[in-house]
């Protein structure tokens, strides 16, 4: 009797040492995403990860894949949902399958500047809009600036028939595809990590982003003309399975939202000198042009854009469209 307890209690120890062991090991959170470390959206994955495994030494570890080294554009919503990744900081324009009012940040020109997208982000409003996907399993946890959209081309555009005829790359949403219809060109779907060979190869002859996206993936070397339209947002969602955050120790998810918002302060604070330093190292390359368009030139474009917000005001709403218009009074 004496040696099957013995037995039994050495049984349990290697058990419980086990346990111990496995519960030592920490909780690994895979960050992706699809752009360059030096942009934005960049800096900010490693922040978070800097912090994180900072405060809570040997009970997180943040894998950052930058650069659609792990899921691409296309692959990558997938991959959060079945737990393949964690963490990912999509672009605004990814959501309209899964919360048609995320729209809005599509919507051109609505937006006057940054500062009014701060205060429609801030606002209850657009608080709400991070927590809209939930019950599909998608948390959001913060907005990460990149910043206004400039036009790029393979030739000069002034006003908006310059675009007519034109192949412009857009992302997956259905309100930049009519935006650029709007202005009699052709939008083509194309992922991220393909835009600098299409335009290269001439499968597009245009596209949409911001000056530290434009630099970071070499969009000067194949554009000689940039429109400085500032007609729309590039801005990212972070977001989370909902499951696997919520299943977070208490204390741990709770540093982690402290976290996070330390850091969009940061990565929101360096978006605009990014973007400033972007530009300006465009034009010391010298080998595009960046047209600066006069305030009736940039009307005619805003007038060109603007039925694309009554196309889309019954799913986006009315109200939440007049609340983002209402950002830009202060």
Request: overall charge neutral; some cysteine.
């Given at each position: 009797?004496?040696?099957?307890?013995?037995?039994?209690?050495?049984?349990?120890?290697?058990?419980?040492?086990?346990?111990?062991?496995?519960?030592?090991?920490?909780?690994?959170?895979?960050?992706?995403?699809?752009?360059?470390?030096?942009?934005?959206?960049?800096?900010?994955?490693?922040?978070?990860?800097?912090?994180?495994?900072?405060?809570?030494?040997?009970?997180?570890?943040?894998?950052?894949?930058?650069?659609?080294?792990?899921?691409?554009?296309?692959?990558?919503?997938?991959?959060?949902?079945?737990?393949?990744?964690?963490?990912?900081?999509?672009?605004?324009?990814?959501?309209?399958?899964?919360?048609?009012?995320?729209?809005?940040?599509?919507?051109?020109?609505?937006?006057?500047?940054?500062?009014?997208?701060?205060?429609?982000?801030?606002?209850?409003?657009?608080?709400?809009?991070?927590?809209?996907?939930?019950?599909?399993?998608?948390?959001?946890?913060?907005?990460?600036?990149?910043?206004?959209?400039?036009?790029?081309?393979?030739?000069?555009?002034?006003?908006?028939?310059?675009?007519?005829?034109?192949?412009?790359?857009?992302?997956?949403?259905?309100?930049?595809?009519?935006?650029?219809?709007?202005?009699?060109?052709?939008?083509?779907?194309?992922?991220?990590?393909?835009?600098?060979?299409?335009?290269?190869?001439?499968?597009?002859?245009?596209?949409?982003?911001?000056?530290?996206?434009?630099?970071?993936?070499?969009?000067?070397?194949?554009?000689?003309?940039?429109?400085?339209?500032?007609?729309g947002l590039i801005d990212y969602m972070v977001i989370t399975?909902?499951?696997?955050?919520?299943?977070?120790?208490?204390?741990?998810?709770?540093?982690?939202?402290?976290?996070?918002?330390?850091?969009?302060?940061?990565?929101?604070?360096?978006?605009?000198?990014?973007?400033?330093?972007?530009?300006?190292?465009?034009?010391?390359?010298?080998?595009?042009?960046?047209?600066?368009?006069?305030?009736?030139?940039?009307?005619?474009?805003?007038?060109?854009?603007?039925?694309?917000?009554?196309?889309?005001?019954?799913?986006?709403?009315?109200?939440?469209?007049?609340?983002?218009?209402?950002?830009?009074?202060?």
């Amino acid at each position: 009797m004496f040696k099957l307890t013995a037995k039994a209690l050495a049984c349990a120890a290697i058990i419980s040492c086990a346990g111990l062991a496995q519960a030592a090991e920490p909780i690994v959170i895979k960050f992706a995403h699809v752009v360059a470390e030096h942009t934005p959206k960049g800096q900010g994955a490693l922040l978070f990860k800097t912090l994180a495994e900072q405060r809570l030494p040997g009970r997180v570890k943040v894998e950052v894949y930058p650069n659609s080294s792990l899921f691409g554009d296309g692959k990558e919503m997938e991959a959060l949902l079945l737990g393949d990744v964690h963490m990912l900081a999509p672009s605004l324009a990814k959501f309209e399958h899964y919360a048609k009012q995320i729209q809005i940040f599509d919507l051109p020109f609505l937006f006057d500047n940054m500062e009014a997208v701060d205060r429609f982000q801030a606002s209850s409003a657009g608080k709400a809009l991070l927590t809209s996907m939930e019950g599909k399993g998608i948390t959001g946890l913060a907005y990460w600036h990149n910043g206004l959209k400039q036009l790029s081309s393979n030739k000069p555009m002034h006003e908006p028939k310059d675009a007519r005829g034109m192949k412009f790359r857009v992302q997956a949403s259905a309100v930049l595809d009519e935006q650029f219809k709007a202005l009699r060109a052709a939008p083509r779907k194309m992922s991220f990590a393909e835009v600098y060979q299409g335009l290269q190869t001439g499968v597009v002859n245009g596209t949409e982003n911001t000056w530290s996206n434009y630099y970071s993936q070499k969009v000067h070397e194949v554009q000689p003309y940039f429109t400085a339209s500032d007609h729309g947002l590039i801005d990212y969602m972070v977001i989370t399975n909902t499951k696997f955050w919520k299943g977070l120790p208490d204390d741990v998810r709770s540093e982690l939202e402290s976290i996070m918002v330390e850091v969009t302060a940061e990565v929101n604070r360096q978006a605009d000198d990014l973007n400033n330093e972007a530009r300006a190292a465009i034009i010391k390359a010298g080998t595009s042009e960046i047209i600066e368009l006069t305030p009736e030139q940039r009307a005619k474009w805003r007038e060109a854009m603007r039925p694309v917000w009554k196309k889309f005001e019954q799913d986006i709403g009315k109200e939440l469209i007049e609340a983002a218009e209402a950002a830009n009074k202060g």
